[in-house]
């Protein structure tokens, strides 16, 4: 198996770091070599992070070059459009329909992008959700992140009781429950 490239993005505090943590335990479950690698901007100040996993056989380093991304992980659609030219040819986007304005946007030293969605459908392969909107449904906004993962691993070869078995062991113990409820609605979107 050739080595497998994800990148997941988003603004401090919407758990990009866990997401990442459920995706390398679920790669080492596979019994993969995994690396992990997480780079914070501003995170506390609602800025980019983003965070890389690579597995497969034998994997040499954690970074994952532009071009070479299979799955683009996005928790905002900025932060979609900011990174998806980190995407193959045939790669695929999973984006969190939210906006949440960077600080240049607040302090009126730029606009937020209008159409960017639909911008990066016309090249690549794109799946938009309302997972705040899910989340909230479910009684708890924090686990948008896990109902985007639901929807990003109908495009991975594990099974949803894996993936289910994984979130148990990596979620704080009181969570457990709802992030699994989570994993299932991203799952069947």
Known sequence: ???KNIMIVGVGGQGTLLTSRILGGMALHANFDVK????HGMAQRGGSVVTYVRYGEKVAE???EEGQADVLIAFERLEAKR???FLKKDGVIIVNDQRMDPITVVTGAAQYPEGIIEELSEKYKVYSVDAMAEAKKLGNAKVFNIIVLGVAAQHMDYS???????IEKTVPPKTVEINKKAFEVGYTL
Request: zero cysteines; hydrophobic letters at 45%; charged letters at 30%.
């Open 160 to 166: 949803k009781e894996d993936w289910l078995e994984v």
């Open 83 to 85: 990174y998806a030219h």
């Open 1 to 3: 198996m050739e080595t």
């Open 62 to 64: 954690p970074i994952v």
């Open 36 to 39: 992990l690698s997480e780079v």
